[in-house]
């Protein structure tokens, strides 16, 4: 059992230089991949690449859809006008993880500035039926050496979850200056005062020293455009806004009702089972099929848990950061092969891994025709993959029918719901499982540096980051979990290293008698070519099926985007950066 639990997770586990003797001819393999493409091709021919066929504009009659059920639990309070060293823009793991880091070095004034009407970002506000996380909770949950929290499960709910995050909040006194239920407006840089201004909806002008973009990375929920939505005459919210007051705490409400739900993401896939068990009907409206591989889960051996010594997760986080050990043999195979050998080889190795999700789901689903809709046609990765034992047998549930749309997704909803292919389908529910407008730095107010220079106008010619964190002209300013940053399936492996970037960062301006740091032209144009000269290496992003790991399928400039590189390389230039702070910023003494 300790075995297990100390196992990494490792979701491209195949050796793809050892000859298997049973595999296909290549020819089997092009076959596969030409269906791919055609399944792309397919989707790209319904809707033109890019994101224009979502809407993450929220107001006028979609504004319901952005409401905080938990709104009300935010305190009445007066509007502030007042200084604090280090604002974060946000309540997440990004604040969180940092706060922390920044206690460790003496900084007393910590203020979040938070929408929700608590901490936890994506985990307060994802709290849909069967809401967890897909990466191992023992590296998922952040600072457990610091807390000495051991997660239940091997993969934990998102309740767990958002208790700790709260649980940390409290740990490291970060209520004490924290505010809910605000939206920054605007964050301007005042170059007389050499602080940052952030205005709020709440009619708060904040100064502080250090501004932290803590916003997340897939915060704004968006919906699909399809004509009628206002008009529907049911009940209706996103996911991230689930609403149990309409569907009862254990979904007890919908025993009489007909449910929709449209998209087959990441959330939807763990949902669904959820609604298949409670509603009366459930209409599974598909564009595209999530791949579904086993869950692995088990609850925490308690005898395991007292064996951990202080320190055991970071030791974690560094062997998952230097991958799994390749024996002498493999590294020999590889040097030996071309680099076309070695795509070719990993791409009929992915396909193999496809496959076997999709016998997976001949062995469960009973109905053939529902089985052969739910098979992803693209390569692992292409989009999230997803790990879940409920999801597939839930559609031979006689309650639940799969709409499959091939491709071209729901078009139309009237007062009665959805209307695909001539068929009505009336529901008394409809939910959004449509995911969350990709990631852009200040998604929710405007960041003004230096000389009135407005960060997204910046960014008009391309993303220009140092490590997709800094950016020039934005002194004390700084960026988590953007692009130009690495890009990991564990996301808190790569908001750790930053979160402590930054606390290294606004601790070495305490130490040294320096008012502001901003990073020097030139250090920014080389990592901004250093993303570049990491893109391209495989046509994966071209050849995908769309969704937002590939911008949707349009062609996007090669700076924008994550750092291609490797984490270990990431961090690599994260340390050579601050082992030589003079090379790579300017700063201010006031
Ligand atoms: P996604 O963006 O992944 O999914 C949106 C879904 O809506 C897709 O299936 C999309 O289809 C579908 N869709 C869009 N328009 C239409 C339409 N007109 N008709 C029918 N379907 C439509 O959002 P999620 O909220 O599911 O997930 C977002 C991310 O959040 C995940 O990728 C993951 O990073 C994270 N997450 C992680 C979880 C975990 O750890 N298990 C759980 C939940 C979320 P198409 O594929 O064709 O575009």
Redesign the pocket.
């Known amino acids: 059992m300790a075995d297990k639990q100390e196992k990494p997770q490792n979701i491209f586990n195949f050796d793809y230089t050892r000859d298997g003797a049973e595999r296909p001819p290549q020819e089997y393999y092009e076959q596969v991949k030409d269906k791919f493409a055609s399944e792309r091709d397919l989707?790209l021919g319904y809707r033109p690449p890019g994101t224009d066929?979502?809407t993450s504009d929220l107001s006028g009659d979609l504004a319901k859809y952005a409401v905080d059920p938990y709104g009300h639990q935010v305190k009445d309070r007066e509007a502030l006008n007042d200084s604090v060293e280090v604002l974060f823009i946000g309540g997440g793991f990004s604040a969180l993880l940092t706060s922390a880091r920044l206690r460790e070095k003496g900084v007393e004034s910590i203020r979040i500035v938070e929408r929700g009407a608590d901490v936890g970002g994506t985990w307060y506000w994802?709290r849909y039926p069967g809401?967890?996380?897909?990466?191992v909770a023992y590296d998922y949950l952040p600072l457990l050496d610091e807390t000495g929290y051991v997660p239940s499960r091997h993969y934990a709910g998102g309740q767990e979850i958002y208790e700790y995050c709260k649980m940390i909040a409290e740990r490291f006194d970060l209520y004490d200056l924290a505010v809910f239920g605000t939206t920054v407006t605007s964050t301007v840089w005042d170059e007389e005062s050499e602080t940052w201004v952030v205005e709020t909806d709440q009619g708060d002008t904040m100064r502080a020293r250090f501004v932290v973009c803590a916003n997340g990375t897939?915060s704004k929920p968006r919906l699909?455009k399809?004509e009628g939505v206002e008009q529907f005459a049911g009940h209706s919210f996103h996911?991230?806004r689930w609403d149990y007051q309409y569907t009862g705490s254990n979904l007890e409400n919908l025993r009489d009702k007909r449910v929709g739900i449209?998209?087959?993401?990441?959330?939807?896939?763990?949902a669904i089972p959820e609604l298949g068990k409670a509603a009366k009907e459930l209409h599974v409206?598909?564009?595209?099929p999530?791949s579904i591989d086993v869950r692995d889960d088990w609850e925490t051996d308690p005898e395991w848990a007292e064996t951990l010594e202080p320190g055991w997760q970071a030791a974690r986080r560094s062997r998952a950061i230097e991958g799994p050990r390749v024996s002498d043999a493999v590294k020999a195979r590889r040097a030996a092969m071309s680099r076309e050998e070695k795509v070719r080889r990993q791409e009929n190795a992915n396909i193999d891994a496809m496959m076997r999700i999709h016998n997976r789901i001949d062995e469960i689903v009973e109905d053939p025709a529902t089985a052969e809709s739910l098979k992803p046609w693209y390569m692992l990765m292409c989009?999230?993959p997803?790990?879940h034992n409920e999801y597939l047998p839930t559609f031979n549930r006689p309650n639940v029918t799969l709409v499959d749309?091939e491709?071209q997704?729901?078009?139309q909803i009237n007062e009665d719901g959805p209307v695909f292919d001539g068929v009505q389908y009336e529901l008394d529910v409809l939910i959004y499982?449509?995911?969350?407008e990709v990631q852009q730095t200040g998604i929710y107010n405007q960041i003004i540096g230096e000389e009135g220079l407005d960060l997204n106008a910046k960014y008009s010619d391309g993303i220009r980051t140092l490590l997709g964190i800094h950016s020039q002209g934005y002194p004390n300013l700084f960026i988590m979990g953007g692009y130009q940053a690495f890009f990991a399936f564990n996301l808190t492996d790569v908001l750790n290293s930053q979160g402590e970037h930054i606390a290294e960062c606004i601790d070495f301006v305490r130490q040294n008698d320096i008012h502001s740091l901003d990073c020097t032209h030139q250090a920014e144009e080389q990592w901004v070519q250093e993303v570049i000269a990491h893109r391209g290496k495989t046509n994966r992003n071209r050849d995908c099926?769309?969704?937002?790991y590939n911008f949707?399928g349009a062609d996007n400039r090669r700076q924008d985007g994550n750092y291609n590189g490797t984490m270990k390389q990431y961090l690599g230039h994260m340390s050579e950066i601050r082992d030589n702070m003079a090379d790579h910023f300017v700063f201010t003494h006031r």
Not at 262 to 270: E, F, R
Not at 433 to 436: H, M, P, V
């Open positions: 989707r066929n979502y994802n809401v967890a996380c897909d990466v897939l699909a399809i996911t991230s449209i998209g087959t993401g990441a959330s939807a896939v763990q409206f598909q564009r595209t999530s989009k999230r997803c790990f749309t491709g997704g729901i078009t499982a449509t995911g969350f099926t769309p969704g937002y949707e």
